[in-house]
């Protein structure tokens, strides 16, 4: 899930039991076949489409939802509140085109402010076309009657696809970036990996498998999504990976590098800390780093 200050912390484990209830989370060159300029025209486009909806108003409590994004990974909806919040106990159901649909979910809210993002991840079998119906129920906080919003959707366009095949190596170890991938919502990177991934220097413990992060030619960096199940993960000499990006540059960068890295396995088998002792550490490998032009 994404991190941020919640108003509903004093009913996360309430919250928590209740997604797991309901089987969710909250956890070389190319040539682009499409590029836009900017993301933020896109998402301008989508916010004018939805931002028609008129709030609904139960009980002294008024929901709208000003923005409703989908890109064919990610179904992104923002939700303004006025004169309360959402209920943390009652999570949202979500229904396309009559069809109830379980995603993996995240709620996510700031302290100050009266709107909260719910972001669907789209995957497994239950896949969405292009254009589609959606319904979501909302329940808030003593307020009995749901709000019930229907809102047409349409896919917004990939503001690039790369498709480079270009490969870097050093030593026993080589990638190949397969597929790239930037929406106005995320990022998508398929990589091809063969070899032994590099040991860890001057370090007791022993490599993770290899991941990803991306950085513009600004220095902007965006890091991989993983959990501590595919840092753990033994690394085969033959991997395949399928990586995914929280979120996007706020303009097509003309370049970007893919920048390799490696966790720490400690003796005990458990992800070592860097010296702030809040985030996994990593180490990057200079030596296979890959730009790539993306206009």
């Known amino acids: 899930m994404i991190s941020t200050k919640s108003k509903y912390i004093r009913n996360k484990i309430a919250l928590t039991a209740l997604i797991v209830a309901l089987g969710m989370t909250v956890i070389g060159s190319g040539f682009p076949t499409y590029v836009s300029a900017d993301t933020s025209k896109q998402a301008a486009a989508a916010s004018y489409t939805t931002a028609a909806m008129k709030g609904i108003k139960h009980s002294g409590v008024t929901f709208s939802l000003p923005k409703v994004m989908y890109d064919g990974n990610r179904l992104d909806i923002t939700v ?27 709620i996510t809210t700031s302290e100050g402010s009266n709107t909260a993002l719910i972001s669907y991840s789209i995957n497994g079998k239950q896949q969405l076309s292009d254009n589609f119906n959606m319904t979501l129920k909302l329940y808030a906080k003593n307020v009995t009657e749901p709000f019930i919003f229907n809102v047409p959707v349409k896919k917004l366009d990939s503001l690039v696809t790369l498709q480079p095949g270009t490969t870097k190596k050093s030593g026993d170890f080589s990638y190949t970036v397969d597929y790239f991938e930037m929406t106005p919502l995320m990022m998508k990177l398929k990589v091809n990996s063969q070899g032994k991934v590099p040991a860890v220097a001057k370090s007791k413990g022993l490599s993770s498998k290899m991941f990803y992060d991306i950085v513009d030619e600004k220095g902007n960096i965006k890091e991989v999504t993983v959990s501590d199940i595919d840092v753990k993960s033994k690394p085969g000499s033959n991997s395949k990976e399928d990586l995914s990006y929280a979120s996007s540059f706020k303009a097509v960068p003309k370049t970007i590098t893919i920048k390799p890295f490696t966790y720490t396995i400690d003796t005990k088998g458990e992800i070592m800390k860097d010296s702030s002792g809040r985030k996994w550490a990593k180490t990057y490998y200079k030596n296979l780093e890959m730009k790539i032009t993306m206009r």
Do not use: A
């Not at 919040?85 to 009652?90: A, F, K, Q, R, S």
């Not at 979500?94 to 995240?106: A, I, P, Y």
């Open 80 to 106: 303004r509140q006025e004169g309360g919040t959402m209920d943390p106990l009652n999570f949202p159901v979500l229904s396309v085109d009559g069809k109830e649909m379980k995603f993996s979910t995240s």
